[in-house]
């Protein structure tokens, strides 16, 4: 059975998402991401612009301006439930972790 796209997120999908809850230009998301991450997660412009159109494909992101070949973005509604989720499947990672770390 295939995997739906975008069932889980890579770190760096991740990243880009929550970099988007404020709209950002290409440049400014692989900073953002870098800063947010003290450096951990990096992501390549190839990367980056490959995963933006894919976001934009899906309906997770919108272009909301183009000033030569800058393109800013931001996320949509779509795309917060796409991180939420996310979010909340890592927590349940966490907890179960912490559980069976400690003898369950």
Not at 25 to 50: A, F, H
Request: aromatic share 10%.
């Amino acid at each position: 059975m295939a995997r739906e796209k975008f069932q889980t997120l890579t770190e760096q999908m991740f990243y880009i998402l929550l970099c988007l809850q404020e709209e950002c230009y290409g440049m400014d998301i692989m900073e953002k991401v870098r800063l947010m991450t003290k450096e951990r997660v990096t992501v390549g412009p190839g990367t980056l612009y490959n995963l933006l159109e894919s976001f934009q494909q899906a309906g997770m992101i919108r272009e909301t301006k183009v000033e030569g070949r800058k393109r800013s973005y931001l996320i949509t509604s779509t795309g917060l439930e796409t991180l939420e989720r996310e979010y909340q499947r890592l927590l349940t990672q966490i907890e179960d972790y912490t559980r069976w770390k400690g003898g369950h």
